[in-house]
Nanobody
């Protein structure tokens, strides 16, 4: 079992940057592909980025490609999401999730464990 706790959200102006962190408990952290999702009010939860168990391969939604970077540190049981050139449409609650499926799953249903979320608000 894995418990996930996100941090690093906040209020930022358009064009600014934020770095989200996700701390994972449990000794099997490196057994999971990890992903970031986001959900805006009234909208479905959507895929943002994912990283393989080793951290060697990443995948991004088209809407964030070139602006966001996902990474992980298995020694520290941490996953990060560096967000640059933020836009008002990036405003959402951001969630960290862990999946036993391979090859960077993108569907929320492919992820077993979820954090409680951290709010990101981008002002124009």
């Amino acid at each position: 079992q894995v418990q996930l706790v996100e941090s690093g959200g906040g209020l930022v102006q358009a064009g600014g940057s934020l770095r989200l962190s996700c701390a994972a408990s449990g000794r099997t952290f490196s057994s999971y592909d990890m992903g970031w999702f986001r959900q805006a009010p009234g909208k479905e939860r959507e895929f943002v980025a994912a990283v393989t168990r080793s951290g060697g391969i990443t995948s991004y939604a088209d809407s964030v490609k070139g602006r966001f970077t996902i990474s992980r540190d298995n020694a520290k049981n941490m996953v990060y999401l560096q967000m640059n050139l933020l836009k008002p449409e990036d405003t959402a609650a951001y969630y960290c999730a862990a999946s036993l499926k391979v090859w960077l799953p993108r569907a929320p249903s492919d992820y077993t464990y979820w954090g409680q979320g951290t709010q990101v608000t981008v002002s124009s």
